[in-house]
């Protein structure tokens, strides 16, 4: 029979007694010992050998506890979860730079070797190592920015030529650069984990979505499949695909996305890559990049005793962190909600020590409604500086 310290497993799950309860029991075995008239309070030496030995077994219960539940992708954290998510074919995504599709123009037949291109701000974007021009005398890449990090670039912004290649005319990039991004979160991992799965999926989309979510550096997707035989509401032509592929190479998604779409529909959108079939024929796949649009906000707090600048710059932190993670396209409702930026807001440490008396939120179009619409395609950015703080 096992002690009453100790952690026991049944058909429910795991439980442990608490510090206290472990403590009340070693207690009561020495009482039963050496009498009940032994003092054992904390001020004793006895007291407190007790409590020494009553938190070696915590700490091991609680040891215990963490080593069950690391066994489930659901509940494992840190380095458990990175092993646990091997099984699905894919690992912790770590630092990455930031990338954007350029599209170059030149001399057909043209190579462009270790070919780099540089941004207004000065900072050089890594062509893949060899670029080969096509007859039609364009092709877009996916450029990588030399500089890990979020690093950010406009569209257009990227249009110099660092190293000149005879027939390299030119090189620009359509849409805004995707940001690098820091070590894959644990929630963000089970997410893409949960998506893994799909890829021996029971539909075909769930496929094509569990493949772009398995290219390496891709950070947030959607996809928006037309079913039907006229144009929908987004623009997206009848029995037609659309995804929006943030992060990753464009030849990569491209080659996810023909290795699982149906036969006989067509991708839609403003990224297009000729990549082979299976069958080695080549055939254009059309993709979107998200477009970002910067989210700002106002937020007027009351402070109660004990409020300092760090817990409102914590709330302002907060905020913006709930627009950055917000799906592309605003998920479900379409929109950056103004009720989760609150309860974001809410919910940074110290927040008792203060009164959240007005937030709002407004987009390129203006201020929300209290929310922020969002198009298919797009994606909200914020960066806590934008979020404007008046205290009173």
């Keep these: 029979m096992a002690s009453p310290t100790a952690a026991t497993i049944t058909p429910t799950g795991i439980t442990a007694p608490t510090y206290a309860q472990v403590l009340a029991y070693l207690q009561a075995q020495c009482r039963?010992?050496?009498?009940?008239?032994?003092y054992l309070e904390a001020d004793s030496q006895d007291g407190q050998y007790l409590a020494v030995q009553a938190l070696a077994i915590s700490d091991a219960n609680a040891a215990t506890i963490a080593a069950y539940f690391s066994y489930s992708p659901s509940t494992a954290q840190n380095a458990a979860l990175s092993i646990n998510v091997k099984i699905n074919g894919i690992t912790r995504a770590i630092p990455t730079n930031s990338q954007d599709d350029l599209t170059i123009i030149g001399q057909a037949g043209t190579v462009i070797n270790n070919g780099?291109?540089?941004?207004?701000?000065?900072?050089?974007?890594?062509?893949?190592?060899?670029?080969t021009i096509p007859p039609s005398g364009t092709i877009t890449v996916t450029a990588?920015?030399?500089?890990?990090?979020?690093v950010t670039a406009g569209a257009g912004q990227i249009n110099k030529i660092v190293t000149a290649t005879r027939?390299?005319?030119?090189?620009?990039?359509?849409?805004?650069?995707?940001?690098g991004a820091p070590v894959e979160t644990d929630p963000a991992l089970r997410a893409r984990q949960?998506?893994?799965?799909?890829?021996?999926?029971?539909?075909?989309?769930?496929?094509?979505?569990?493949?772009?979510?398995?290219?390496?550096?891709?950070?947030?997707?959607?996809?928006?499949?037309?079913?039907?035989?006229?144009?929908?509401?987004?623009g997206i032509p009848g029995n037609h695909l659309a995804m929006v592929v943030e992060g990753g190479d464009a030849t990569a998604i491209a080659s996810a996305i023909a290795s699982k779409k149906g036969p006989g529909g067509g991708t839609y959108g403003t990224t297009s890559i000729t990549?082979?079939?299976?069958?080695?024929?080549?055939?254009?796949?059309?993709?979107?990049?998200?477009?970002?649009?910067?989210?700002?906000?106002?937020?007027?707090?009351?402070?109660?005793?004990?409020?300092?600048?760090?817990?409102?710059?914590?709330?302002?932190?907060?905020?913006?962190?709930?627009?950055?993670?917000?799906?592309?396209?605003?998920?479900?409702?379409?929109?950056?909600?103004?009720?989760?930026?609150?309860?974001?807001?809410?919910?940074?440490?110290?927040?008792?020590?203060?009164?959240?008396?007005?937030?709002?939120?407004s987009g390129p179009s203006g201020a929300g409604a209290p929310d922020v619409p969002?198009?298919?395609?797009?994606?909200?950015?914020?960066?806590?500086?934008?979020?404007?703080?008046?205290?009173?």
């Design 144 to 150: 990588t920015c030399a500089t890990i990090g979020a």
């Design 167 to 179: 027939g390299w005319q030119s090189v620009t990039n359509a849409s805004d650069a995707s940001a």
């Design 32 to 38: 039963s010992i050496y009498g009940a008239d032994v």
């Design 194 to 234: 949960k998506t893994s799965t799909a890829l021996p999926s029971r539909t075909v989309l769930e496929g094509t979505v569990g493949a772009v979510a398995g290219v390496a550096g891709v950070t947030r997707y959607v996809a928006y499949d037309n079913d039907s035989k006229v144009t929908d509401s987004n």
């Design 275 to 361: 990549v082979l079939n299976v069958y080695g024929m080549p055939i254009i796949i059309s993709f979107f990049r998200p477009t970002y649009q910067a989210i700002t906000g106002a937020m007027s707090l009351k402070a109660l005793p004990g409020y300092t600048t760090a817990i409102g710059a914590a709330a302002q932190q907060a905020v913006s962190d709930y627009v950055n993670q917000v799906a592309i396209g605003g998920g479900p409702s379409g929109t950056v909600e103004w009720a989760d930026a609150l309860t974001a807001a809410n919910s940074v440490p110290g927040s008792t020590t203060f009164k959240l008396t007005a937030l709002t939120l």
């Design 116 to 131: 780099i291109a540089q941004d207004q701000a000065g900072n050089n974007w890594m062509l893949p190592a060899t670029v």
């Design 374 to 392: 969002l198009a298919f395609n797009q994606a909200a950015s914020c960066t806590p500086a934008s979020v404007v703080l008046t205290v009173t």
